[in-house]
T-cell receptor
Framework: SAVISQKPSRDICQRGTSLTIQCQVDSQVTMMFWYRQQPGQSLTLIATANQGSEATYESGFVIDKFPISRPNLTFSTLTVSNMSPEDSSIYLCSVSGGAAGELFFGEGSRLTVL | TQLLEQSPQFLSIQEGENLTVYCNSSSVFSSLQWYRQEPGEGPVLLVT?????EVKKLKRLTFQFGDARKDSSLHITAAQPGDTGLYLCAGYSMEYGNKLVFGAGTILRVKS
């Protein structure tokens, strides 16, 4: 298993501003995943972050809106840019650690955009 | 269209009751995982099933993988308030590029 720490755990932001979420893992991992989740609902994959290369984004998500950094094998950041109320959500960082590709998640960052 | 259909979407029961959550698909999955998520936390893996017909037990929770590997179920016996949370099934299927696919989730509330 892996221990994943996310910061901030929650934040309230103004429309038009940007917020960077940090994700720290206690072990080296090749891929880190960023998900978005509305409270009580399922997870939507935003992008996969690989160390040393650009992140791979899923359909509906673009780098200009959600730039990702992956400077080393234990750390990644996700920025939510030019925020609007529609970006209010929980953002989760995860890594794969099991033999069958199971995921381990951070505690999530709950973002509210006013 | 959800690639993994979960039902029910919401379940509110009394402590001590039994319940079953279903996860169905028209596609074959190489494995299925079940997660539980409590408010303010990330999902936590409960179990992975990989073999068709497999049954796994985790205390009062019983997980089953369908023979054809297209469906799975989670049965909770004598539910307790601590079982309250969002239950998510997820799996890998070659039909979806071998990316982890999540079901829509089942919100379970167990009242004391």
């Amino acid at each position: 298993s892996a221990v994943i720490s996310q910061k901030p755990s929650r934040d309230i932001c103004q429309r038009g501003t940007s917020l960077t979420i940090q994700c720290q893992v206690d072990s080296q991992v090749t891929m880190m995943f960023w998900y978005r989740q509305q409270p009580g609902q399922s997870l939507t994959l935003i992008a996969t972050a690989n160390q040393g290369s650009e992140a791979t984004y899923e359909s509906g998500f673009v780098i200009d809106k959600f730039p990702i950094s992956r400077p080393n094998l234990t750390f990644s950041t996700l920025t939510v840019s030019n925020m609007s109320p529609e970006d209010s959500s929980i953002y989760l960082c995860s890594v794969s650690g099991g033999a069958a590709g199971e995921l381990f998640f951070g505690e999530g960052s709950r973002l509210t955009v006013l | 269209t959800q690639l993994l259909e979960q039902s029910p979407q919401f379940l509110s029961i009394q402590e001590g009751e039994n319940l079953t959550v279903y996860c169905n698909s028209s596609s074959v999955f190489s494995s299925l995982q079940w997660y539980r998520q409590e408010p303010g936390e990330g999902p936590v893996l409960l179990v992975t099933v990989v073999t068709g017909g497999e049954v796994k037990k985790l205390k009062r929770l019983t997980f089953q993988f369908g023979d054809a590997r297209k469906d799975s179920s989670l049965h909770i016996t004598a539910a307790q308030p601590g079982d309250t949370g969002l239950y998510l099934c997820a799996g890998y299927s070659m039909e979806y590029g071998n990316k982890l696919v999540f079901g829509a989730g089942t919100i379970l509330r167990v009242k004391s």
